[in-house]
């Protein structure tokens, strides 16, 4: 045998085995105890679409995010100002990157500006926009200040919702942000994805506020609301009979779950129901000793994201630091409360944006019936070909499936994903990969019907077919390439696996068959072309 | 084996008049439909909304689940059969984008469950996309779209003319065009309509006459691809985007075959009548381009039968794709590439073809 030819021969083999190689773990249940250490482990990865599964899009309310930590800002310019006993009428945050301060007294205003300059660097001073300029100040968020707490938000969003997915123990879970106030969750192999979506969704902001029993709630509720104070209601009732109970709070949280150590569930011995106990760290316990000490006998209402959880009264001063959530939970409801407390509130609010679920079974059917279409097809197109073009045609079934193969093997190897729409990528490619072998040999029976020898016809014939089938496969290329850049999830492995599919075609079906083609017409002297 | 007989010579060309009759008026159809219809029928993906396949394990009727939607003030979702005869599978379809959509699928599988029974219910799949999203995605794709076109035109303005000086400039004024109406603040759309009249117009006024053929010939298939999507009823989704630009890389492919052959005759035969090589070449390529389309045929046909609901209409656009891209190159792309020719040479004597330089 020629050299050229044996090596080109022995390129063939090599390439075929790597390919093998990485198949074998996605196609054998137990790899021998060596194989991890110096082969490929590598499986194919199953998309959403066929494993199953959630594909959520939250979006992160960065502004809330902004808007709570000027909240927080003007608690510590209240203490500020008290400490250079300054006094104003008015403090309080106006849209979602100012305070509005209005002083009593014009002498301040240069203090107050010292003040921010030296102690709230993110904040300027800029006049206010009411009649008396003096005494008007706005205390102006930066930019850049805005935007850190907005990219914060969303990083500790991405934290606190892969803890709590890491408790609730999902196999493989994906969170990432995406953009700049979206993180992109997928949970493959969910059984249950309302429960899945209910613990990423909470806030799990807890805080404990007391009831103001000085005012009257009726008068609040008429809209006469006292300064400081806020009406929260406690939902009560079976669904579908759900009543509204109203409570006049102080708007400011005495303790919130920021000091918690720990939340579990505990069954209630006299009713048999589950509850969440609460532990609290030294700081919150001295806090809530504190608290529940100077108020006895007053309520303390639990709030979990804005609703009033209960408002027992304080019978006596907690020094433990212990203190419990009760309500008519079943026992998961209180499992995945506990988990959102440990886990920790979300700096902000998300909203859920896109929601794509696939149950398993229909991801099971999806497979079956992607599998069937490809076979079916593919035997049926490996027949014709055979039958069209005889010796030549099984040639071009051997590229097929070779194709096929490293296909395969492409996406264990880039570690990419299969889809649906990647199936059936794989499938058209099937079609369209017998194209260059076709474009070929109908060159070949023309240069044959010239009266050429074997030899001569199968050259000029793979010579004068190459630049077109370049040309035809590089336009697909392009539109397979753009819709990699543009495309989501399952078109994405479309994308992928209809480019992997052009480029091994074009080893498969021009240079693979070229090599037996050579080896029989040179080497084994063939003299008639079966084609 | 041989279907076509090697010494075929069809008059392709003579029967252009009716070939661009008939696309003519499948073209026109689509605009009709798509006009009466009020633009593309947009799926969840694109319109945001709700969308829900559930299967139940005994037969019920499409009244039955809008009895059960009527708690929740749903009676008025779409509700139609999905999937394989006889199982009882259905898609519920919320295209209202003004309420709140996350908590919905959950309301309606409650719904679901209390009136027909938990075990007898499985809800198989949700897509929910919110409006924002939906935006978001539709300019996805239609970016997706225009960046290909843009590198195809690229692509097949050099390579067919050898004129690579002037894909460039053909790039950069349709960059330059589409950077314009993108300043003025025009919708997507529209971009992508003013992309489509800058490339034929560029295509026409720098004299790329077998890019302007591959170009009408590929936006002739897509368009009459959104018709049969119109006339069927079917949702345009982001696969469905995706399977529409596949066919524009496939409806290329079969006419830069046609169009290598017409290229690599014509050097050869200078003194024939070019119409006369236009026709001689899509005879000799006709085997080939049969042949591949109809093995891929043969694989989306299947694929369109056993490939389960979810890929139907994906299928179902390649498959109507295919065929108008195999016909399209046949009939569309060379005579237009003709119908150029002759209009250079200032009526009919198209022996007068420019000749091109390295071709």
């Not at chain 1, 679409?49 to 992160?60: C, S, Y």
């Not at chain 2, 060309?13 to 798509?34: D, W, Y």
Request: proline share 3%.
């Amino acid at each position: 045998m020629s050299k050229k030819l044996q090596w080109r021969g022995l390129f063939i083999l090599i390439v075929v085995a790597v390919a093998l190689i990485y198949l074998t773990p996605s196609l054998s249940k137990t790899l021998p105890a060596w194989w991890p250490n110096i082969l490929p482990e590598e499986k194919i990865h199953l998309g959403l679409d066929l494993k199953g599964g959630i594909h959520l899009v939250l979006e992160v309310q960065t502004k809330r995010a902004v808007e709570s930590h000027l909240e927080r800002t003007i608690e510590d310019i209240k203490y500020s100002l008290r400490k250079a006993r300054i006094r104003y009428q008015a403090l309080k945050r106006s849209g979602s990157d100012r305070i509005g301060l209005t002083l009593i007294r014009a002498e301040d205003r240069k203090t107050v500006e010292e003040i921010v300059e030296k102690d709230f660097s993110n904040l300027s001073v800029e006049p206010g926009s009411f009649s008396n300029i003096d005494l008007n100040l706005e205390l102006i968020l930066s930019q850049k200040a805005a935007q850190h707490i907005k990219k914060m938000a969303v990083d500790q969003a991405v934290e606190t919702i892969t803890n709590r997915i890491d408790q609730f123990g999902v196999a493989e879970p994906d969170i990432r942000p995406q953009g700049r106030d979206r993180i992109l969750v997928q949970l493959p192999g969910i059984k249950d994805p309302k429960r899945a979506i209910d613990i990423i969704g909470k806030t799990a902001l807890l805080e404990f506020k007391l009831v103001d029993e000085d005012n009257s709630l009726e008068e609040a509720l008429k809209g006469n609301i006292p300064p400081g104070d806020e009406i929260l209601y406690q939902t009560k009732g079976e669904p579908g009979s759900k009543r509204k109970i109203p409570f006049l709070l102080k708007k400011r949280a005495v303790i919130t779950g920021e000091y918690l150590t720990d939340a579990r569930v505990q069954i209630d011995s006299r009713y048999n129901e589950p509850y969440v106990s609460l532990s609290f760290d030294s700081r919150g316990a001295r806090l809530f000793g504190q608290i529940t000490g100077a108020n006895i006998k007053k309520r303390l209402a639990i709030v979990l994201d804005g609703v009033v959880n209960s408002a027992p009264v304080i019978q006596d001063k907690i020094t433990g630091g212990r203190a419990q959530i009760t309500g008519r939970f079943t026992m998961e409801e209180a499992r995945d409360l506990a988990i959102v407390l440990r886990a920790g509130a979300l700096p902000a609010p998300v909203k859920i944006i896109e929601e794509r679920t696939v149950g398993p079974s229909l991801g099971k059917d999806s497979i079956n019936k992607g599998l069937k279409s490809m076979i079916i097809g593919g035997i049926i197109v490996i027949l014709f070909m055979g039958f069209y073009y005889k010796f030549a045609g099984l040639l071009a079934d051997l590229a097929l499936v070779l194709n096929i193969l490293f296909i395969a093997a492409g996406l264990a190897f880039f570690g990419a994903t299969l889809t649906l729409p990647g199936i059936a990528g794989i499938i058209l490619i099937i079609g369209m990969a017998v194209d260059a072998n076709v474009l070929i040999f109908e060159r070949i029976r023309e240069e044959l019907r010239l009266g050429k020898t074997p030899r001569a016809a199968v050259d000029s014939g793979y010579s004068k077919a190459l630049v077109t089938i370049l040309d035809a496969n590089i336009t697909t290329l392009i539109a397979a390439l753009v819709l990699f850049q543009f495309g989501t999830g399952p078109v994405k492995g479309f994308a992928v696996t209809l480019s992997i599919g052009i480029i091994a075609s074009l080893f498969t079906a021009i240079f693979i068959t070229r090599v037996i083609f050579d080896y029989f017409i040179i080497e084994r002297g063939m003299k008639k072309v079966s084609i | 084996m041989q279907f076509i007989k090697p010494d075929i010579n069809i008059n392709f060309i003579g029967q252009r008049k009716i070939a661009l009759f008939l696309s003519g008026a499948l073209i026109l159809l689509t605009i009709l439909l798509l006009l009466f219809r009020g633009g593309p029928n947009y799926g969840v993906d694109f319109a945001g909304g709700i969308l829900i396949q559930v299967r139940f394990n005994h037969q019920v009727t499409p009244g039955e689940i809008r009895e059960a939607l009527r708690p929740i003030g749903m009676e008025d979702s779409i509700i139609q059969a999905f999937g394989e005869k006889g199982k009882s599978e259905y898609l519920i379809r919320v295209s209202k984008t003004n309420i709140d959509l996350s908590g919905l699928s959950n309301e309606v599988k409650q719904s679901l469950n209390s009136m027909f029974g938990e075990t007898n219910v499985e809800v198989r799949r949700v897509e929910m996309v919110g409006p924002k999203v939906g935006k978001d995605l539709r300019e996805k794709a239609l970016f997706a779209i225009f960046y290909a076109i843009l590198f195809m035109v690229i692509y097949i303005s050099g390579r067919f003319e050898y004129k690579w000086t002037m894909s460039i400039i053909m790039a950069a004024s349709l960059a330059f065009g589409v950077y314009i109406i993108s300043a003025i603040g025009m919708s997507i759309i529209w971009l992508i309509a003013a992309a489509l009249l800058i490339t034929i117009g560029l295509c026409w006024s720098l004299r790329l006459e077998y890019a302007l053929g591959a170009i009408v010939a590929l936006f002739h298939d897509v368009i009459i691809t959104m018709g049969a999507f119109a006339l069927t009823n079917r949702e345009i989704t982001l696969s469905i985007v995706a399977a529409l630009l596949t066919i524009v890389g496939y409806s290329l492919n079969d006419t830069i075959v046609v169009f290598d052959r017409i290229r690599e005759n014509y050097r050869r035969q200078r003194n024939r009548d070019f119409a006369e090589v236009i026709n001689h070449s899509i005879n000799e390529t006709l085997s080939r381009t049969l042949l591949t389309s109809m093995t891929t045929l043969i694989v989306v046909v299947f694929l369109f039968i056993l490939g389960g609901g979810v890929i139907h209409d994906f299928a179902f656009a390649l498959l109507v794709g295919i065929l108008v891209g195999t016909y399209s190159s046949i009939y569309v792309a060379s005579p237009v590439l003709l119908i150029w020719a002759g209009q250079v040479s200032g009526g009919g004597d198209a022996r007068t073809h420019r000749r091109r330089k390295g071709s």
